[in-house]
């Protein structure tokens, strides 16, 4: 299974950037790679997912690094409601990752 | 729209008694179906998936059970909870493609006491 290293925890202040990092230094040329967020006492949320472009959507950004082994979520202008934990996930094209499985994510803190 | 039910959203059971959660997708068809577990304050731990009625998998090896009588339905079990199945449950499911997107259920929160 292709493994995601992120850190256990970042800060950040409300209303700047963000940029939650993650690598994937096994990355294979067809996975797919997706982020989650899990807000307390929730299930994850989908966030953003990409190939090997880069990735806008309302939510956030997802920067890929040109050997795709590591990626960075933007969020652009933090709020409180982003505290979450993020989550990094590989998905394989050919189904084999039928196995999805979560690393323990980095847990966001905006301060006000 | 496709929609997933999980239930009950809390529960308590006290140590040997059976457990039942399940879920259900609305508006898909022959999803891939996930039950996770999350202990306080930790990751995702996967522990089944199915891709089709009847076929499960199972990741960890443990007191828990899981069960797919029909497509979009999927049941776990315990016949005798320990402590140590505390935890938050999470139904996820999402059709096959590397592309597709993982949605998930509200979440159980089961204390066995």
């Known amino acids: 299974d292709a493994k995601t290293t992120q850190p256990n925890s970042m800060e950040s202040n409300e209303e700047e950037p963000v940029h939650l990092p993650c690598n994937h230094s096994t990355i294979s040329g067809t996975d797919y790679i997706h982020w989650y967020r899990q807000l307390p006492s929730q299930g994850p949320e989908y966030v953003i997912h990409g190939l090997t472009s880069n990735v806008n959507n309302r939510m956030a950004s997802l920067a890929i690094a040109e050997d795709r082994k590591s990626s960075t979520l933007i969020l652009h202008r933090a709020t409180l409601r982003d505290a979450a934990v993020y989550y990094c996930i590989l998905r394989p094209y050919n189904n084999a990752g039928n196995m999805l499985t979560f690393g323990g994510g980095t847990r966001l803190m905006v301060k006000p | 729209s496709q929609t997933i039910h999980q239930w009950p959203a809390t529960l308590v059971q006290p140590v040997g008694s059976p457990l039942s959660l399940e879920c259900t997708v609305e508006g898909t068809s022959n999803p891939n179906l996930y039950w996770y577990r999350q202990a306080a304050g930790r990751g995702l731990q996967l522990l089944f998936y199915?891709?089709?009625?009847?076929?499960i998998s199972s990741e960890v090896p443990q007191n828990l059970s899981a069960s797919r009588p029909q497509d979009r339905q999927f049941i776990l079990s315990s016949k005798k909870l320990l402590l140590s199945d505390s935890g938050f449950y999470l139904c996820?499911?999402?059709?096959?493609?590397?592309?597709?997107?993982?949605?998930f259920g509200s979440g159980t929160q089961l204390s066995v006491l």
């Open positions: 199915s891709v089709g009625i009847g076929q």
């Open positions: 996820a499911w999402t059709q096959g493609g590397a592309n597709e997107k993982l949605f």
